[in-house]
């Protein structure tokens, strides 16, 4: 190759090279701020497409634009009502203004930092302003009962006391839960984010434990409000069953009542017609009658082991005489 041909081949190669270095792709998920020296030139851009920008001296910065996630640290936190409990949260966010972004925080590293702080601080302050019952809970439905509850109590060895006292009390109802502090969290933190070019999404706890001492509380708390449950069901129970035994035994005394009525009846009906075969027999053959019955007599009375001692003038001994002559 002569000399005007390796020319060529380094002007295009220069050519190329300043080429790719003036152009820049930007993608659907992502948006550029190009500095400068370290200093932004122009708006940020968010579109998709083919830019070009001087070559070698201007940089670009890429952020992305779909939705970021924050994980907090676990944080001891006092409630309003002095009891501590560990907090731990989670965020979602995005950027909104790439420029200032980048201004504030430089890059997202930077801006985790600072949402440490932010979302912490928020979380700290509306937590302390409320009660642990207004945390804990979301709503004033009544529990489920849970008999589990009760062997955690005994694994965690619960002090008895604290029981009794948390089953005069039962749990408290609330005017706001932890639905609405979390969203308390939510917009004072997205107020300091602002200025960031950030936008906060929402804010979450992603778990919330008690120390020793408050768990006992919570636990006992649960149980004592089973424990009325289960006490409403029990007499709930008792008065339907004392409702079921009464009318059983008013059942029971009508059916009774009603066959020894017809017991009697079907007594009385037997007494009379046999009364009227009696009546007959004296009328046919008034003796024999009397012959009869008191045979009937001798058989009822008189056994193998029987001794009489009777007179001749006897009336018992009439027909026995008779039957010896």
């Known amino acids: 190759m002569d000399k005007m041909g390796c020319l060529l081949v380094i002007v295009a190669a220069i050519v190329a090279v300043v080429g790719l270095a003036s152009t820049m792709v930007v993608s659907e998920n992502e948006q550029v701020v190009i500095t400068q020296f370290g200093a932004p030139v122009g708006d940020a851009v968010t579109e998709p497409g083919l830019y070009f920008k001087v070559p070698f001296i201007q940089r670009i910065h890429r952020f992305d634009n779909r939705y970021l996630e924050w994980s907090g640290a676990r944080n001891q936190i006092p409630t309003r009502d002095k009891r501590f409990i560990w907090v731990d949260t989670f965020a979602r966010w995005r950027i909104v203004d790439p420029l200032r972004f980048y201004q504030r925080v430089i890059d997202e590293q930077g801006a985790q930092s600072r949402l440490d702080d932010i979302i912490d601080g928020a979380t700290r302050d509306v937590v302390a302003n409320h009660d642990l019952i207004e945390v804990v809970r979301s709503t004033n439905?009544?529990?489920?009962?849970?008999?589990?509850?009760?062997?955690?109590?005994?694994?965690?060895?619960?002090?008895?006391?604290?029981?009794?006292?948390?089953?005069?009390?039962?749990?408290?109802?609330?005017?706001?839960?932890?639905?609405?502090?979390?969203?308390?969290?939510?917009?004072?933190?997205?107020?300091?984010?602002?200025?960031?070019?950030?936008?906060?999404?929402d804010v979450r706890f992603k778990h919330i434990h008690y120390n020793q001492d408050v768990q006992q509380e919570v636990f006992a708390r649960m149980i004592a409000e089973r424990q009325r449950i289960a006490q409403q069901y029990r007499s709930e129970g008792e008065g339907e069953a004392a409702k079921i035994r009464g009318e059983m035994e008013r059942e029971l005394q009508r059916l009774e009542s009603d066959a020894y009525r017809r017991a009697e009846e079907i007594r009385g009906r037997a007494d009379a017609q046999a009364a009227g075969v009696y009546a007959e027999a004296f009328d046919v053959d008034p003796e024999f009658y009397r012959f009869l019955r008191t045979m009937e007599t001798y058989g009822e009375v008189l056994d193998a082991n029987t001794t009489l001692i009777l007179t001749t003038e006897s009336d018992f001994f009439e027909f026995l005489k008779s039957a010896g002559d």
């Open 141 to 201: 439905r009544v529990p489920a009962e849970d008999p589990e509850l009760y062997d955690i109590a005994e694994e965690i060895e619960l002090d008895s006391e604290l029981v009794d006292q948390q089953v005069q009390s039962g749990l408290a109802d609330i005017s706001r839960g932890r639905g609405d502090i979390m969203e308390a969290i939510l917009v004072q933190a997205a107020a300091r984010a602002e200025d960031l070019g950030i936008e906060i999404l």
